[in-house]
């Protein structure tokens, strides 16, 4: 069997997953090398996942041949750099979302990725591999529901990551570009257009510092597409009861929903409380199974030498949109995606 | 309009319910009379209900010829006696279940009104009229889920009432009598058969005092139909969480289930304690709508002229498998039902 | 007793709802008049109510001293008409939401009210009623789920009633005055705050005919409160599935969410489609609790001369929000409330 | 790291998954040997997970002394000679359940184990390695729910298999070995005791075929335990709508179930059949995570050098059990298990 060679930088908590998927559950990749500026990172790389090419210089990675591809999970503000040295050294890349922060970071890497046709470059969209979420998209695409034309569609955290959060939402881009890009990528996919205008609204109603550094605790926007049809977003760092990431979606002849109610398990609790279910904590636990279905479709579409479904022109838009969303939290108006565009180019 | 006098007997916690029902709620009828040994429940008929005719005696209310029907809601002990002077009377009669404790006097009602056709009589098996055990029925007979053979019926309640219920559970003849009766009813109606053998567990788990009055807080029990079909039924006094009575029918070509989940009402809860609904807690509150469903349907009858759907027989039934469940209960051993109809008769 | 004698005008799909319930259920009221132009609305108040006074002119019944209140169930457009003609006459005042669909109407309504305030008065916003919303407002008062800052609102109901609702559209001020200004209510009474800015989008998906009229089939909105809460509202007029109204409020310490899962009853069907409930159909049989509750409500507020909670300034702020949402869908662009106010006075 | 090398016996459908799981899902394991007497089965050891040994003979793998530990994925039949020829050769010993049908291979099982103390042996109860059923157990050894007094298990399958069912019954020792084992260990787990009493009923109530080789589609039982409390078990082959295995525990303070409802995955229709969710169809979709729990624990058990949880007379308690089941759906009579006991010694 042949079997992609991997290179893997950032091995924070989501690279660390990511690091074990490809080690142990691909069947046909292999990682071979790792990359990261912290060394408890490399000790996980070499001691938990086998990993022989250790590196703390990108470059330096970038200049073994044996990698067939790269694998981005660093902070977003290095994503498009990363991506072009990857792409302009001959690499296959995986990169997690969001694109970029900046649009003109996105152009950047869509006009150097289309130089390189023949190089697989994927953007990970994870929610798109949730089995849930890809069973709605094809009963969707059978018609089972008719035409759709609303999406409801939220990412919730329970509050148990909050310290963290509020030192890393700046580095982020803040909550749109962080949680919501999901969200804004798949009322795109689901709805069949793209996002044209957008009013967001939200607040730090319950870490003030959230407020202060100029992001919020929780986000809501609702936004028109191109072809008549709205999409509504939400977005929360503090739920108090755990994970709780849902998609609806209306259609002619029926809705279909994904992800309500997060159970954390098939156990239900009957007692003083009334009759109740535990909740996921962590969008790890949620979508562990879809992290694992997308590298592997990864691997799988280099190794058949085939583009991803979703291409850089999506991540660019869903970018895009998170920037016009933001924009409308922090000026408080009506914003056209369109006038975004024209600014960076 | 026509409208039926009645006249109401007992007017304890159910018999109130009854009264204003029957009062204020049932179109074509007039509650007329009320009888009670209890002055606060003749006060209760005279000042909410409105009721002219106020009796102490039962012999003495049958003499009122105004009066077309009674409502017979004593306890079960008096049920037999009650019917049968009643009928004889010349009255139509509806009475809450079950018939009796005693087969004997199950008996001795049938052949009573038997020699009177004209007059309908009517047992109080009121799961039948809850809409959604109606719609169950409705369902099957209509064919939707193919030919059932497997029931799986509880009646549970909440733990608030259990002083009251030890002082009670002598009276009522236990648990069999008080609650499985119902479920025993539903296994004939919906299998379409008797029951012919029995085997009953249980015990006093959570309040030992049941057990010392010869009875139990929890009953289990696996019936065995002439047809060849189970029915596997279970009681409760003590439910932590609330009223939880429900029914589920296997079919040869889907399931049908009732009562499960038994929320108190729309509203749902997402807190620490998970996502969950609050509980219903009596079956006052779970069968409220169906007890005047019950007395309407009573009343059409007699202003039509046509017996109801359950007959004497089906209560004489359902009391003698509670008997069965008694006995194996109390013997620890494999009953057939058939034994005790021999030794009855 | 004391009853309260209320003459009722209107006798419509709703009016006769509300006309059983004061001739039957209410206890402590006699519907003693109705007013209607068609003869088979009076025929119905007198057969199936027992109503003895029977109008086809408004200003007559008024003349009709023995009436203590009226209960005006007529088409929107009256209502503001019909309120002022009752309370000048002397009668408390039961009315349908909405007050009105002309801000200007609303606040000639509240002038000649403020000149009674020994008359009650007060506007059917039924939801309040509903024991679950009830139920949720009652434990959002109590702190159980912290502070509120968002609620997600939704009016849905089944497509069974489409060729009646295009003709009945404009009449009715569209879908926002018809069915959202339910939905701004409860984000008004769940939020503690006034909307103070929306935008409002959606279209004539399924039925062109809606949109032909001037409507739409599904609309949706964002709207932004004086406190810096958010609530985001949906409606649709043709829900394959049935009626799907509900309400859920996030809050800090919680969640709390209610109507949803819509089911007609206590059945679960598990066959080749799945695991299923099968849902309700109409408004009727959704709130026909409510409206009971409501207009026991009014009468009990009557007799004990207490005005109700919901005052005519919130009914003309649901109007005045209703009209912004309208105004938004048609000129595509953010309303500022407070606008529509420095023109209408 | 130390890796276990193991051996499997028995590549079927369920022995694929253990190949699988050993050659690639469990890190501190190497798959290098597979017995079978079927070619596909070698090849597929071969070629999908890479095995190097392969025997068509298990006493020739038996002689590898490279083997730490045996897998046996063969019928029940071979599974107890299987486990003492291994045993006897040295090696450590995982087995699928049932340990055997008939009660003295189980002694005689045991009585060889025992003489080889330091080598584990462990049988495959996977529900037991189930997060949800383990999390039931957890918070019932907590004492969440006070003490448990009842458990109704269920397992239930698809139609789907019906066919390959039909010729596999026989040899499987029929329902109660092949299904109802899993729900009788659980009642021993959960309950705290062994069954001593049990009536069983059942029928072939949608093929006759099952009937006619001896068994049923569907059997329900009652069993009482040595401490007082009972156990409902139902097991059927032939689920119109899908896998429906569930457990359900009451206690003193409390109730939990788990598996109920048997979704799919996280998606909701809505449309003309009501609300609803698809289900799974199968039991390898259900456990297939408990699968890769269970032989995780087995090879760290053998690592660590410990005996797991479930021990031989646990099993042996099953199949006893199981017989007593057998016995009664049989004879229709009410059966000891104690006279079983006495009859096998």
Not at 7 to 16: C, D
Not at 110 to 115: A, L
Request: with cysteine.
């Amino acid at each position: 069997m042949i079997k992609l060679n991997i290179g893997i930088v950032g091995l924070g908590r989501l690279g660390k997953e990511y690091a074990n998927n490809i080690a142990y559950l691909v069947h046909n990749a292999n990682l071979i090398a790792a990359c990261s500026l912290v060394q408890e990172e490399l000790d996980f790389a070499r001691d938990t996942c086998g990993v022989k090419n250790l590196y703390s210089s990108y470059e330096d990675m970038l200049t073994n041949k044996e990698i067939d591809a790269v694998a981005i999970i660093t902070s977003t503000d290095q994503h498009a750099d990363q991506i072009i040295m990857a792409v302009e050294a001959g690499f296959h890349v995986f990169c997690e979302k969001p694109l970029a922060i900046n649009i003109e970071d996105c152009y950047k890497v869509e006009k150097v990725v289309e130089k390189y046709p023949d190089q697989i470059t994927m953007l990970g969209f994870v929610r798109r591999y949730d089995p849930s979420y890809a069973d709605a998209k094809t009963k969707l695409d059978e018609g089972l529901v008719g035409s759709p034309f609303f999406v409801r569609s939220q990412t919730v955290d329970k509050d148990v990551f909050a310290p963290f959060q509020i030192e890393y939402c700046t580095a982020s881009g803040g909550m749109f570009h962080d949680f919501s890009v999901h969200d804004i990528d798949l009322a795109h996919w689901f709805l069949g257009s793209d996002i044209k205008k957008v009013w967001s609204l939200g607040g730090a109603y319950r870490f003030k510092e959230f407020g202060e550094a100029g992001d919020a605790d929780n986000v809501f926007a609702m936004c028109e597409l191109e072809n008549g049809t709205t999409a509504v977003i939400a977005a929360s760092r503090v739920s108090p009861f755990g994970h709780n990431t849902f998609t609806e979606i209306m259609a002619t002849e029926g809705n279909l929903k994904v992800g309500d109610p997060p159970r954390k398990n098939m156990l239900e609790i009957a007692d003083v409380h009334g009759v109740r279910y535990e909740c996921l904590e962590t969008f790890f636990e949620r979508f562990k199974g879809a992290f694992l279905v997308q590298i592997q479709d990864f691997v799988d579409c280099v190794l058949e030498g085939k583009q991803p479904a979703l291409t850089m022109q999506n991540a660019t838009k869903a970018t895009l949109v998170a920037n016009a969303l933001t924009l409308s939290f922090k000026e408080k108006r009506l914003i056209n995606v369109d006038d975004l565009v024209l600014q960076a180019k």
